[in-house]
């Protein structure tokens, strides 16, 4: 028995068959895939943000000088350092001391001139206490009477107060301007304190009696000299007067 014969498909059904498409319909298909991507990328830029606009703000910049770093010299050694110890750069000459020949001593042991001496005979010599107080300073003036009736003597600075210590109680008086002052009587106290303080005169409407009364706890004043010796418990007066600058 034959066997049947066999014909050769065509192109067009074996690509339907295979799910291909000829070469001619590939071209239509490819241009409409680029148009999409170029769409989309239009889409894109289109929907970026837009970039700030205006002129360009000031900017700052910081320079920092940075010192370049030292070459570190070479530490001689300790026998280079030695002998640089020993040798003077400038040896300078010594200087020649010449004395005068002294003529000898005339006085000898048993010299006539000191047989006749007599210390006893010799007035006594003023204490050397009383020698001091009479060579120190003065006895502290009297300037008024203390609140308590006794003396009130002028005040003597151990350390001026400063203007910084001042400042915060002065400001708080209602005038102090050029001429403007305060005075107070304190009693004297050890280390060169004061207690005991009270306004007493003031420039009229200031108010710096008792601005300077509040700072008077920071005041340094010497006890009053009196007959040679410091009086610790003394009534002393005590005069804060604002001058103008430069004086």
């Given at each position: 028995?034959?066997?049947?014969?066999?014909?050769?498909?065509?192109?067009?059904?074996?690509?339907?068959?295979?799910?291909?498409?000829?070469d001619?319909?590939?071209?239509?298909?490819?241009?409409?895939?680029?148009?999409?991507?170029?769409?989309?990328?239009?889409?894109?830029?289109?929907?970026?943000?837009?970039?700030?606009?205006?002129?360009p703000?000031?900017?700052?910049?910081?320079?920092?000088?940075?010192?370049?770093?030292?070459?570190?010299?070479?530490?001689?050694?300790?026998q280079?350092?030695?002998?640089?110890?020993?040798?003077?750069?400038?040896?300078?000459?010594?200087?020649?001391?010449?004395?005068?020949?002294?003529?000898?001593?005339?006085?000898?042991?048993g010299?006539?001139?000191?047989?006749?001496?007599?210390?006893?005979?010799?007035?006594?010599?003023?204490?050397?206490?009383?020698?001091?107080?009479?060579?120190?300073?003065?006895?502290?003036?009297?300037?008024?009477?203390?609140?308590?009736?006794?003396?009130?003597?002028?005040?003597?600075?151990?350390?001026?107060?400063?203007?910084?210590?001042?400042?915060?109680?002065?400001?708080?008086?209602?005038?102090?301007?050029?001429?403007?002052?305060?005075?107070?009587?304190?009693?004297?106290?050890?280390?060169?304190?004061v207690?005991?303080?009270?306004?007493?005169?003031?420039?009229?409407?200031?108010g710096?009696?008792?601005?300077?009364?509040?700072?008077?706890?920071?005041?340094?004043?010497?006890?009053?000299?009196?007959?040679?010796?410091?009086?610790?418990?003394?009534?002393?007066?005590?005069?804060?007067?604002i001058t103008?600058?430069?004086?």
């Amino acid at each position: 028995m034959n066997a049947p014969a066999s014909f050769p498909a065509p192109a067009g059904y074996l690509a339907r068959q295979r799910g291909l498409l000829p070469d001619w319909r590939r071209v239509p298909v490819l241009a409409i895939v680029i148009a999409l991507h170029v769409l989309l990328i239009l889409l894109l830029l289109l929907l970026a943000p837009p970039l700030p606009k205006g002129k360009p703000g000031i900017t700052s910049m910081v320079a920092v000088n940075v010192a370049a770093p030292t070459p570190q010299r070479a530490q001689p050694k300790p026998q280079q350092q030695k002998r640089a110890e020993k040798a003077p750069s400038n040896p300078q000459p010594k200087p020649m001391v010449t004395v005068p020949d002294a003529p000898p001593a005339k006085w000898s042991f048993g010299d006539p001139a000191l047989r006749d001496f007599d210390l006893s005979k010799l007035a006594p010599a003023d204490s050397a206490p009383a020698q001091m107080a009479e060579a120190g300073p003065p006895d502290s003036a009297v300037v008024g009477v203390a609140p308590d009736g006794s003396k009130l003597y002028a005040a003597e600075w151990q350390r001026e107060p400063t203007d910084a210590e001042l400042a915060f109680y002065i400001r708080k008086a209602r005038y102090s301007g050029p001429g403007a002052f305060g005075l107070i009587a304190c009693r004297t106290a050890p280390r060169f304190k004061v207690e005991d303080c009270r306004p007493i005169g003031e420039s009229p409407g200031s108010g710096m009696g008792y601005a300077v009364n509040e700072a008077a706890w920071q005041f340094r004043v010497k006890p009053p000299r009196v007959n040679g010796d410091y009086q610790v418990g003394t009534w002393v007066s005590i005069r804060i007067m604002i001058t103008p600058p430069g004086e």
